[in-house]
């Protein structure tokens, strides 16, 4: 088993460019990078392939991160989540305009939901449609704005929100239908 | 069952989720900088290795021709003793003899003179010699039977006789056994290392007044200074300056069945091309046929990447909204839903060169036959290799061009092999040579696990220009 470093540690060792340090940031949170990369990726393997530039890049530009502005993990997903967004740009992504939803109140039972596995409920969110699988991931799960996903992905404020919208009720569709399922409850 | 957000519900479920990779591989196909600086201490290790070869070669070249020469002058002290006793044979003029003729020649004088002095001492050695196999040459004690008995003679040679500098000559002393010619620390040993000793000597006779003797060792002895020092060996190590040019065969081998569009794509874009080497080497030859090489090359392998990619980008016009016109109970409701996106698809066409670059250290065994001024050799060379990996742009597993990824190339250590056959032109210490060659790399370029294999194999030839060193 690695030892555990302290963060401070981890940062400071980095910034020397000293393998041991450099070793120990790959190890404690690479998982947590890779998990992003999946998420915004979809494909494993492709996944991989843009961890190893995100773990370069974080490893290139330890120097610049500021505590006193946010905490590590946060910083290093925002570089993880613009490398993931500069990927999918030169990617082929057709982004059909979809019909909009009305919003609506929604009822879930969260003691079914939790029986599925966190991979599962990723893959789920991964069958969303180019555009809207990566508004759904920075509004949602990364917490991003609209002003800054529009910025980050180059489309219109408005655009982010209509694209949320849509997500949201597809991403809705697919759970009611699993909770129809009763087998559904079962694949943790 | 109660009302949740499902979007609070799934953040907590997913942001701060980790996903278990192998970070040990992760680790390994990370490419940091400080990794980047081995050639260059490669390098160092090997201009030192080449200079201390250079430097070991200048210093132990007149050690080695005083031993020669020492070895010579046995030999035809032995040829001399059976001339004495009837047995000399003309086979036996060998080419070590005749680059011996100025001290024959000092020799023959001494002999001469020592008869005409003193018959009964010259009975009285050969005597000694024959019992002791051992050359008749002049020592202390036959110098001591000429006519002239000085002591300070005699102490002056017996001074010579146990200086330092004749190392050599006294090793001989513990192998020569008993008698006159016990001491092969003579007068002729030890002019052979330095005629500027042996004009000492002869001024230092001249000055006692040792009669006809001393002048006839004189005229011997300008002939020493006014001939060649005796030809040595030819110096065994040359140095050598080598550019290669080969027509290169990829081979590409897919060892992952998912990475199959990736390698139908690599095999349409990529083509490969030339390659250059360029080199150094120092050679030693162990005898007339036989020898052993090393240096440093480098080599580059060259190819073309041929590229169309199709970018394709989403935009925004303004003034044109998504109006979306939704009938509901007969009413038309219009609802602006945001601005309209258009695609933009842009395709680009473009080549690029792209090159494997290559640090090589052959230990290359050779046999050469030479006939005049022309030789003929065949060389074989394992390669200790250093690959420095990929440089340039290709296709990546998006399907986008790339610039180095060390997942796909890395620098790695590997083997390789080359055999030459070759004609070189003798042209006094220069050489010029031409060589046919075929090489092989005896490993992948490409990373272990990345699931294709790329090998590489090449035909074309070298030329170069060789410096045999003094």
């Known amino acids: 088993m690695a030892k555990k470093y302290d963060i401070q540690e981890i940062v400071a060792g980095c910034c020397k460019q000293q393998a041991k340090y450099q070793r120990a940031f790959v190890d404690q949170y690479s998982d947590l990078l890779y998990a992003i990369c999946i998420r915004y990726m979809r494909d494993r393997s492709f996944a991989k392939d843009l961890l190893q530039e995100c773990l370069m890049r974080v490893l290139k530009n330890i ?126 | 069952m109660g009302k949740y957000s499902l979007e609070e519900y799934l953040k907590g479920r997913i942001r701060g989720h980790r996903e278990d990779i192998d970070t040990d591989e992760l680790w390994k196909a990370l490419d940091l900088e400080p990794k980047k600086k081995k050639p260059w201490w490669i390098l160092g290790a090997v201009l030192l290795l080449l200079a201390t070869c250079i430097g070991v070669q200048q210093y132990p070249t007149k050690s080695r021709n005083y031993s020669q020469i020492e070895n010579s002058i046995e030999k035809k002290s032995d040829i001399e003793q059976k001339n004495n006793i009837g047995q000399h044979k003309e086979s036996q003029k060998t080419s070590e003899t005749t680059s011996l003729e100025p001290l024959k020649k000092v020799e023959k004088i001494a002999e001469n003179t020592t008869s005409q002095s003193s018959n009964n001492s010259l009975e009285q050695a050969q005597n000694t010699n024959k019992k002791a196999t051992k050359p008749a040459v002049i020592t202390e004690e036959s110098v001591g039977n000429y006519p002239v008995r000085h002591e300070q003679v005699k102490s002056k040679l017996e001074e010579l006789a146990t200086d330092k500098v004749y190392k050599p000559a006294l090793t001989n002393e513990k192998k020569s056994g008993e008698g006159v010619v016990g001491k092969p620390s003579t007068l002729i040993n030890q002019a052979a290392y330095n005629p500027i000793k042996i004009a000492w000597l002869t001024s230092l006779l001249n000055v006692f007044n040792i009669d006809q003797r001393s002048i006839k060792m004189q005229e011997a002895t300008e002939t020493i200074k006014h001939e060649n020092p005796p030809s040595d060996k030819q110096n065994p190590w040359s140095i050598a300056g080598v550019g290669g040019l080969y027509y290169v065969d990829r081979e590409l081998n897919l060892t992952n069945d998912n990475l199959a569009e990736h390698f139908g794509i690599r095999n349409r874009t990529e083509t490969s091309l030339e390659s250059i080497m360029l080199g150094v080497n120092i050679r030693y030859e162990i005898n007339d046929h036989w020898y052993i090489k090393s240096g440093l090359e480098f080599q580059s392998i060259n190819e073309r990447f041929n590229v169309q990619i199709t970018n394709d980008s989403t935009f925004f016009k303004d003034n044109e909204p998504i109006i979306l016109l939704v009938e509901e109970t007969g009413d038309t409701i219009i609802q602006d839903i945001g601005l309209a996106e258009f695609l933009n698809s842009r395709t680009e066409i473009w080549e690029h060169y792209n090159n494997h670059r290559f640090i090589n250290v052959p230990l290359s065994l050779g046999f050469k036959s030479s006939k005049n001024a022309w030789s003929f050799f065949a060389e074989a060379s394992p390669l200790i290799s250093y690959y420095q990996g990929f440089h340039g742009r290709m296709i990546n597993l998006d399907g986008d061009a790339t610039t180095r990824n060390p997942a796909y190339f890395n620098n790695k250590w590997g083997l390789g092999l080359r055999l030459n056959l070759g004609v070189s032109y003798q042209l006094k210490q220069w050489n010029v040579f031409v060589a046919p060659s075929a090489q092989q790399y005896l490993f992948s370029v490409s990373q272990d696990g990345f699931g294709i294999d790329q090998n590489y194999r090449m035909i074309g030839g070298n030329i170069g220009l060789r410096y045999k060193l003094n």
């Open chain 1, 63 to 188: 120097e610049k991160f500021d505590a006193e502005l946010g905490s590590f993990e946060g910083w290093i997903s925002t570089i993880t989540i613009r490398q993931c967004l500069k990927k999918i740009d030169k990617k082929k992504i057709h982004v059909i305009p979809l019909e909009p939803s009305q919003e609506m109140d929604y009822s879930f039972n969260p003691t079914v939901l939790d029986t599925i596995n966190t991979k599962v409920l990723i893959d789920i969110i991964n069958t969303l449609p180019d555009g809207y699988r990566e508004v759904f991931n920075m509004a949602v799960i990364d917490g991003f704005s609209h002003e800054e996903i529009g910025r980050q992905m180059g489309i219109k404020e408005a655009s982010s929100r209509s694209r949320l919208s849509r997500a949201k009720a597809m991403l809705r569709e697919k759970i009611t239908e699993l909770q129809n399922q009763e087998s559904w409850v079962n694949t943790a």
